[in-house]
């Protein structure tokens, strides 16, 4: 068996929110739990395995943030921004952020997508960031 290599964003936003690019995760049909990426090993909930694709709205909530100043993997140039968010389908996940030297990252405010040219070799032309958004 090999591993499905999926989509994790595509550049076309969901109806909700169709300017920024929309996630491409996953739903459990068992039970409803939305996650993100889309996966076919199990519900991470219930366990099963009813797993189907789910187009996720660009735009959630931070949960929290940081600075990232010597990555494993893959190199960018440090430091960086990731956050935790939960998008407004209920998934959580990690993201690089792109925000204003001088802006206040706060748990509880929202942030879109945004695609960015990509820097890292092998792995296409476009990178997904969250980006905070005054509401
Ligand atoms: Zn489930």
Redesign the pocket.
């Known amino acids: 068996m090999t591993e499905e290599v999926h989509e994790l964003f595509q550049a076309g936003g969901t109806e909700q929110l169709p300017d920024n690019p929309a996630l491409i995760g996953g739903v ?1 049909k ?4 939305v996650f993100f990426p889309m996966q076919t090993y199990g ?1 991470e ?4 395995t009813e797993l189907s694709p789910k187009t996720l709205t660009g735009r959630g909530t931070l949960i929290a943030s940081a600075f990232v100043h010597m990555p494993v993997g893959t190199p960018r140039d440090t430091p960086f921004l990731v956050g935790s968010i939960q998008t407004e389908d209920g998934a959580i996940l990690r993201s690089v952020l792109e925000a204003p030297d001088d802006a206040m990252l706060i748990p509880g405010m929202s942030m879109i997508t945004k695609l960015v040219p990509e820097t890292r070799p092998n792995h296409g032309p476009q990178d997904l960031r969250f980006i905070p958004v005054e509401d």
Request: glycine content about 20%; hydrophobic content about 0%.
């Open positions: 459990c068992e039970c409803g739990y519900c909930k219930c366990g099963s």
